[in-house]
C-alpha cells in the first residue's frame, strides 16, 4: 500500500502561475523526498527534506515538511510548460540495516503555453 | 542521463517464462535498489542491495531475486511470468543507504510485456 497520499491527483494551470502539490503520509519518517517524472520514463530526483528540517529551496522549487501534521508540500513557482509532468513525495523510514522509498500516488501537473 | 543503465529497454514474453533485467548503478554508489512501477499499484518498492547484500525488502514475490554482484552491477529475475507481472521495473541507486539515507538516481526502466 502506499504510504504518501498526493492531493491533488491532477492540477491543470497556464505558464507562469505557481504549482503546489500536496503530500501525506502515515509513520514516522526520515526524510522525505520529491521526484518528477515525465511520461513512461524514469525518475528525477528533485529535492530532499530531513525530517529535522522544515522547508527547503532549490531553483524555482519550495518544499516544506511538517511532521506534526505528516504533510508536505511542494510548491512550482513561474511555471514553464517543461514542468509538465508526474510528481510524485517518498518517504524514507530507514531501517535498521537498509533504506526504501514508500512513493505516493503522485500528481499529474500539465501547465499550458 | 542518470548515469544508471538499465537493459533491456522493452521486453515482450510469454506466461511461465523468466527474465532478467540488469542494472548498473552510478559509479561510486553501493546501493542499488528495485522498483515495480504498475497502474493499478503504482510506484512500489522491491529490494535493496548495498555493496553486494540484501539489504531491504518490500513486496517482491517469492517468484522473483535479485542479486548484487562484486563489480556493483545488479539483476532482477522473474520467474513464472503472469500477465500481472507487466510493468516498468526502474533500478536506482544511491552513495549511502544503511545510516543515513540520500537521494535516488533512477534508470530509464525496464518494459516488461507479458503475453
Known amino acids: 500500500s502506499q504510504q504518501g497520499e498526493e492531493d491533488p491527483q491532477a492540477l491543470s494551470i497556464q505558464e507562469g502561475e505557481n504549482a503546489t502539490m500536496n503530500c501525506s503520509y502515515k509513520?514516522?519518517?526520515?526524510?522525505l523526498q520529491w521526484y518528477r517524472q515525465n511520461s513512461g520514463r524514469g525518475l528525477v530526483h528533485l529535492i530532499l527534506?530531513?525530517?529535522?528540517?522544515r522547508e527547503k529551496h532549490s531553483g524555482r522549487l519550495r518544499v516544506t515538511l511538517d511532521t506534526s501534521k505528516k504533510s508536505s508540500s511542494l510548491l512550482i513557482t513561474a511555471s514553464r510548460a517543461a514542468d509538465t509532468a508526474s510528481y510524485f513525495c517518498?518517504?524514507?523510514?530507514?531501517?535498521?540495516?537498509?533504506?526504501?522509498?514508500?512513493f505516493g500516488e503522485g500528481t499529474q501537473l500539465t501547465v499550458n503555453p | 542521463d542518470s548515469g544508471v543503465t538499465q537493459t533491456p529497454k522493452h521486453l515482450i514474453t510469454a506466461t511461465g517464462q523468466r527474465v532478467t533485467l540488469r542494472c548498473s548503478p552510478r559509479?561510486?554508489?553501493?546501493?542499488v535498489y528495485w522498483y515495480q512501477q504498475s497502474l493499478d499499484q503504482g510506484l512500489q518498492f522491491l529490494i535493496q542491495?548495498?555493496?553486494?547484500?540484501?539489504?531491504a525488502k518490500g513486496n517482491i514475490l517469492e517468484r522473483f531475486s535479485a542479486q548484487q554482484f562484486p563489480d556493483l552491477h545488479s539483476e532482477l529475475n522473474l520467474s513464472s511470468l503472469e500477465l500481472g507481472d507487466s510493468a516498468l521495473y526502474f533500478c536506482?541507486?544511491?552513495?549511502?543507504?544503511?545510516?543515513?539515507?540520500?537521494?535516488?538516481?533512477f534508470g530509464p526502466g525496464t518494459r516488461l510485456t507479458v503475453t
Open positions: 509513520t514516522s519518517i526520515n526524510n
Open positions: 527534506i530531513r525530517s529535522n528540517e
Open positions: 542491495y548495498y555493496n553486494g547484500e540484501e539489504r
Open positions: 517518498a518517504t524514507d523510514a530507514w531501517e535498521t540495516s537498509g533504506s526504501r522509498l514508500t
Open positions: 559509479s561510486g554508489d553501493l546501493s
Open positions: 536506482a541507486s544511491s552513495r549511502g543507504g544503511l545510516a543515513v539515507s540520500y537521494e535516488q538516481y
